[in-house]
């Protein structure tokens, strides 16, 4: 059976290739009948973390999605799902998704309080949109990037932070970058903290394998 083949397009700029394919590989680890091709885009070495870099990069996203070539879905992998809304007017005949929508349809499945964990001090658009009434959001102060992450005292935070919204009353954590996918947080969270959470680069692949379904119905 021919593979479902998926773009994926990191807001990250890197030129260390573990970190460039491991949203990739995560996706193709749990989902064996997709193969992911990654780019990232250019000149974002600090990713996305203010509205004024998400301004920045959209163009370089649309840009990225148009030279991808025979591919059945693209993605693109960040939180506040960036350009997402410009990739479909511009390529209307390919299904487009980020993780932000896919994380909360997600996390919406477990609770009606939810945490939302991140690196900004504002919730991505898709958690605004989604659930303004519903969730709870949490942001470490020694955390304000994606590279932040990668160091012990960031992941340490992101857990403490997460066990603070519990007892706010978060009922599942809708992690709010894909940064912490990156780092592989997830599971750790989930045992430290004892409620569910939600990957949003394994939301992405959900929702993927999903399209892939309706493709192989069409066939």
Do not use: W
Not at 121 to 130: F, I, N
Not at 143 to 162: C, H, K, W, Y
């Amino acid at each position: 059976m021919e593979k479902f083949r998926i773009g994926l397009i990191r807001v990250l700029t890197t030129e260390d290739e573990e970190v460039l394919q491991s949203h990739g590989r995560l996706i193709m680890k749990y989902f064996p009948d997709m193969e992911v091709e990654t780019k990232c885009i250019p000149d974002q070495y600090e990713g996305i973390h203010s509205p004024e870099l998400a301004e920045i990069a959209i163009p370089k996203i649309v840009e990225t999605a148009k030279s991808f070539r025979d591919v059945d879905m693209l993605i693109v992998s960040c939180a506040d799902d960036p350009g997402v809304e410009e990739i479909r007017q511009e390529l209307p005949g390919i299904p487009v998704t980020g993780g932000g929508e896919t994380t909360v349809a997600l996390a919406l499945k477990y609770g009606e309080k939810i945490g939302v964990l991140g690196i900004t001090d504002y919730a991505p658009k898709a958690y605004r949109s989604m659930i303004p009434d519903k969730m709870i959001l949490g942001k470490p102060d020694c955390v304000n990037s994606t590279l932040d992450l990668m160091t012990p005292q960031g992941r340490s935070a992101m857990i403490e932070e997460g066990r603070r919204l519990k007892e706010q009353g978060a009922q599942v954590l809708a992690l709010a970058c894909t940064g912490l996918a990156t780092i592989g947080i997830a599971a750790e969270l989930e045992e430290a903290v004892g409620i569910p959470v939600i990957d949003p680069v394994l939301a992405e692949g959900t929702f993927a394998y999903f399209e892939s379904i309706k493709k192989r119905m069409r066939a």
